[in-house]
């Protein structure tokens, strides 16, 4: 995987009519209203950003030529390989391109990044994403694997793994965060690294200047909302 790179649409290559936002499953499961402020910032610094809610599970219906910026490292991933036509860039890159963006003070922050499995060969996200946090004014300590040498959370074993070995497994991969403070741009992630005993911090909680929240850790128990809310959208 290493040795894989996979591009992003060119910013100046997209079709602002039409560019579509997904927030993704799990961060419209998370926090709904993060979506809409995220919305909110890209119409009023980016520009006339339409909001796509169709999970990336389902044909997105969408014009040939498309765009959609994504939250989510899957769905990032099923919407550029599923569905032709369809081109992706992140969210992270598009925020980064920003010049006039402001960005919250978080003066005093020092994180490790877990990058997102399927953002593993994407080293432009891994790139967005600490320029935001530098922007932001957060300090960083990145892990051994970290970037497109990342590993798993855990979470994606579930449900090949037992429980019991998904939960080894996201302690493992916690423990080898260097710092207490970890940043993650997957709700998923969120999870794995609480339940390692990190403080996790979600990108989208930080541009919006708000606290990151765990929420339901029991993986089966989230699991389950997640696909419910895949079949009814």
Known sequence: MDGIRIPSIKISDIDMGKCYFNPGCALSIYKPESGQKIMDMLGEYFGPVQLHSICCHHDPKLPHGATIINNCA??????????????????????????????????????????SCSFRPKPQVHAAVRSILRKMKIGIIDSQYSGTKSICCGDNFYPLLPIEEVTKLQKKRAVQMPCQDV???????????????????????????????????????????LNQYIDKH
């Open 74 to 115: 899957g769905c990032d991933r099923r919407f550029r390989s599923l569905y032709d036509g369809v081109q992706t860039i992140s969210l992270w890159e598009v925020l980064d391109s920003i010049e006039t963006l402001p960005f919250p003070d978080h003066t005093g922050l020092i994180v490790s990044v877990h990058d």
């Open 183 to 225: 940043a993650v741009y997957c709700v998923s992630c969120i999870k794995s690294m609480f339940i390692g005993g990190k403080t996790p911090h979600h990108m989208v909680d930080l541009v919006l200047d708000q606290e990151t929240e765990p929420q339901e850790t029991r993986i089966d128990i989230y699991h389950n909302a």
